[in-house]
Each structure stands twice: as C-alpha cells, then as structure tokens.
C-alpha cells in the first residue's frame, strides 16, 4: 500500500506520509487519556499564578503603567494569549525536535530512515498531529480565558486569528526541521529544543510587549515567527484593531515562513544525506 501511494504524484505521496504520521501519532496519544485530563485541568491553577502576581505587585488585575506600553490594562488577559501561542513553540520544538531520537527508542528509526520517502514529510506529519493536540489545549484555555476573564471573540476575529496561527505554525515547522537537522548530527535534541525555548521565551513578547525590551533585544525578536503572531492576535483581541491594521504583521509573518521552511527542508536534507554518508547515523 505504501509503495504504491509513493509510486503516485509527489504531491499526493507527500500527502499520504504526512497523514499516516498524523493518524499513527493521534493513536498514540489517545491511547493515554489522562494527557487531555491533565491540560483540562492545568490551566485554572497556570492562571492563578497570574492572578495572585497581579494582586502582589499592582494591587490588581489591571495596571495603568502596562497600558502605557501595551496599549491595554489588561494583564492577565495579555498574559494568556501569549502562553496560547507559546504553547504551539513548545509542541513543535520538542514533539518535532525528539521525533529522531524517539524513534530510536522505539526501534522503528532503522525503518524510517530505509523508507523511500522524503523524512522531513515524516518529521511534517509529526509536526501536524503535535499542532492538533496543542490546539485542543488552546481552546480549553481560551474557553476559561472567555468565562472568566471577559475575552470577547467575534467570526470577524476568529477567522484573522486562524490564519495568523497557521502562518505562525508554518514558520515553526521550518524551525523544528532545522533542530531535527542539528539532532540527526549531535544525537540529542532536548538541550538544542531548550535552548530555543528560551530564545522564543526571552526575545518574544510572550509576557511583556515587545517594547519592553532593549533595542537589540527586539531585533532578535524580529525573526522569530510567534513575535509577529503575538502582536498580531493582540491587536485584533485586546486593541480592537481591524484586519487591515495588522496586514505588515501578517506579511512579515509570511516572509518569515517562507525563509523557514526553504532553510528547514535545505538543511534537513543536506544533513540526512551528510550524516549517512559519513556513518554516523549508525551511532543512534
């Protein structure tokens, strides 16, 4: 069945890799339940950690200070929206970033690697059933986010915000195939996908406006994907700003996946045939 969808177009190939990646990790996952009770539960004490930090430092869950930088008083739900689209770097980073050296662990890599497919549309299926899970996650915070915290999301915004969470995403693919990359030569993903995390955490407005930062600081913060997502969204959410506002936003979120991506499948491809020409592979 395989080798005949592979013997078909590119396209459709490619497509049939990446479903039975979504399909078999999907599995995965639902064969351990308490994973969804676990997120369904988390969020109410993630939020109260915010809440008592308001109450500590300002007094409150507003603060007129904030507003002069992020244009809102609104702490709390700034706060959210940012663990939301953070949750997506996560996912990507560490589901897509440890796919090699889960394999290894359960036995299969040897096949994937023999397999006649392209594996970064492997890595690309595992990406997909990650950004699933991260989803079903995101909507239960939001959902807490809209009964207790008053966020008012209309179709005019939820459709804008659908399209900035795929750019968004797009872009992380690219990264999450450069750390696979990197991970397919040093053997190990989990301080490189760490490492990242903290990048993405630091230098994107993920907690604090971007403005927040010194100078050099959001210049880094500048190339990376969940920056512009972030300001984005929050415009359309808490600012109240229409579509057209955000459009240098969307398409610099654009060009930055576009680089991703061509960078990811480059460097993915490069170092898959480096690594099995020089042997190394073997080490795993």
């Known amino acids: 069945m395989i080798k005949a969808s592979l013997d078909e177009s590119p396209l459709r190939a490619n497509f049939f ?12 996952l639902m064969a351990y339940p308490v ?46 929206l940012g663990a939301i689209l953070n949750g997506y770097v996560l996912t990507s980073l ?4 440890e796919s090699i050296r889960r394999e290894a662990y359960q036995g299969t890599l040897d096949y994937l690697l023999s397999s006649p ?24 915070q939001l959902i807490v986010c809209i009964v207790f915290f008053g966020i008012e999301l209309t179709l005019g915004v939820i459709m804008p915000i659908i399209l900035i969470l795929i750019l968004m995403i797009l872009g992380l693919y690219g990264i999450a195939l450069m750390l696979a990359a990197l991970s397919l030569q040093f053997k190990q993903a989990h301080d490189l996908a760490h490492t990242l995390e903290y990048v993405f955490y630091l230098f994107s407005p993920v907690r604090y406006p971007v403005q927040a930062l010194p100078f050099w600081a959001q210049i880094i913060g ?19 700003q229409n579509f057209p506002a955000i459009y240098e936003q969307i398409f610099l979120l654009f060009v930055i996946d576009v ?7 480059y460097l993915f491809n490069w170092m898959e045939k480096r690594t099995k020409k020089s042997g190394s592979i073997s080490q795993f």
Request: hydrophobic letters at 60%; one cysteine or more; proline letters at 4%.
């Open 17 to 28: 890799v990446v479903w039975s990646e979504v399909v078999k990790n999907l599995k995965f």
């Open 222 to 240: 500048r190339f990376l994907p969940l920056t512009y997502a972030l300001i984005a969204v929050r415009s359309l959410v808490l600012l109240k």
């Open 259 to 265: 680089l991703a991506i061509f960078l990811g499948f």
């Open 94 to 97: 560490y589901g897509v970033g």
């Open 117 to 140: 497919c392209n594996k970064a549309f492997i890595l690309i299926g595992k990406a997909v059933s990650e950004s699933i899970s991260s989803t079903v996650y995101a909507v239960i």
């Open 35 to 80: 994973i969804f009770v676990f997120w369904t539960i988390f969020p109410f004490f993630w939020f109260l950690t915010f809440i008592f930090q308001g109450q500590a430092i300002v007094g409150g869950l507003q603060s007129a200070s904030f507003a002069e930088i992020a244009g809102t008083p609104e702490y709390i739900p700034f706060i959210i």
